[in-house]
């Protein structure tokens, strides 16, 4: 099975924090509890609270040990995608199955708003890493920022996270993504912290606006401000946003490559080139973040739509 015909694998892509990670996706794009302002994916269509199995449990384990079997030898398979994973109801089950297929770690990254919910807790036991977010300190920043669904609040969000972080016996990131001008003020950092505080996850990665956002005023914090986050929230935090370019090999230096043709061709939005390549899009979104942060790339807004396309070369001096 090729990647043109997966449906819910994508990958091995390079990944900043995971190293080779093969991503799984459970749920249909911009399906989520929240539609974060910073939201690389564009806004939320699909605004729900709704558990359950969005896709083929069967078919999702098929696709990742036909991947494995094929050769791949990711550093995780990571559970994130297109939305909120754990909106994905038989989210136990499908850990469960993926560690009788492989001994690669299983992660999972969530914006952490449905472990106030027993059942959700207990579908991420089996976990060896979970990823949560914390993007505000306080219910309006929450609104402003992670833009919940109205029948979730920000008490109940914290207090789930906290039962989640006490009783989980695997390994727990917390990962918190700052805004210019919004969370990244250190009054914000500092109920961050507070709150980080009584979570105690082994790190607290920071992060901010790397491509282009939901909302155009969603601005990236500077190296400057995480940095005087970081130190606020402590010794285990580490800044994770990466304004530097990185190199990639193997199979993704060549996938980065088909992108960088196609746009040196036309213009195209992430799904083109997706459907243009036969990629999955989240594998897209990794390839347009590397090349916009290596100048490989522009961006360019028509109407509500975001469009890559190749930088121009330096042209050489006197023409
Ligand atoms: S939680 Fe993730 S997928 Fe959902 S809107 Fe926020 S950034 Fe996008």
Redesign the pocket.
């Known amino acids: 099975m090729t990647q043109a015909t997966r449906r819910h694998v994508f990958g091995p892509v390079p990944s900043r924090r995971l190293g080779r990670s093969l991503g799984v996706d459970l749920v249909p794009f911009?399906t989520?509890?929240?539609?974060?302002v910073?939201?690389?994916?564009g806004r939320?269509t699909n605004h729900t609270l709704e558990r359950r199995a969005y896709v083929s449990l069967d078919e999702v384990l098929r696709e990742v040990a036909e991947v494995l079997q094929a050769g791949a030898a990711p550093d995780f398979v990571t559970l994130s995608g297109?939305?909120?994973p754990t909106l994905f109801e038989p989210l136990g089950e499908l850990i469960r199955g993926i560690k009788a297929l492989t001994d690669v770690p299983v992660a999972v990254l969530t914006?952490g708003?449905l472990l106030w919910l027993p059942e959700v807790r207990e579908g991420l036991a089996d976990a060896d890493l979970v990823v949560p977010?914390l993007d505000a300190g306080d219910d309006a920043l929450f609104r402003m920022v992670?833009?919940p669904h109205r029948d979730m609040c920000f008490a109940d969000m914290v207090a789930g996270l906290e039962q989640f972080c006490r009783a989980h016996t695997g390994r727990v990131w917390l990962e918190v993504?700052l805004l210019a001008d919004l969370t990244a003020r250190e009054g914000q950092v500092r109920q961050i912290a507070d709150i980080a505080r009584r979570l105690d996850p082994e790190r607290i990665q920071l992060n901010t606006v790397a491509r282009p956002p939901?909302e155009a005023w969603a601005r990236a914090a500077s190296p400057a401000e995480l940095q005087a986050a970081a130190a606020l929230l402590g010794p285990r935090c580490e800044v994770v946003a990466d304004y530097t370019a990185q190199t990639v090999g193997g199979d993704a230096a060549a996938g980065e490559e088909a992108v960088l043709d196609l746009l040196r061709r036309r213009p195209c939005r992430t799904e083109d080139v997706a459907s243009g390549l036969g990629l999955h899009r989240n594998e897209v979104v990794k390839y347009l973040e590397h090349l916009l942060r290596a100048d490989t790339i522009a961006t360019e807004t028509v109407g509500d739509e975001t469009y890559y396309k190749a930088a121009r070369a330096p042209q050489p001096a006197g023409e």
């Open positions: 911009k989520c509890t929240y539609d974060c910073y939201c690389q994916l939320t297109s939305g909120e914006n708003s977010s992670n833009r993504f939901a």
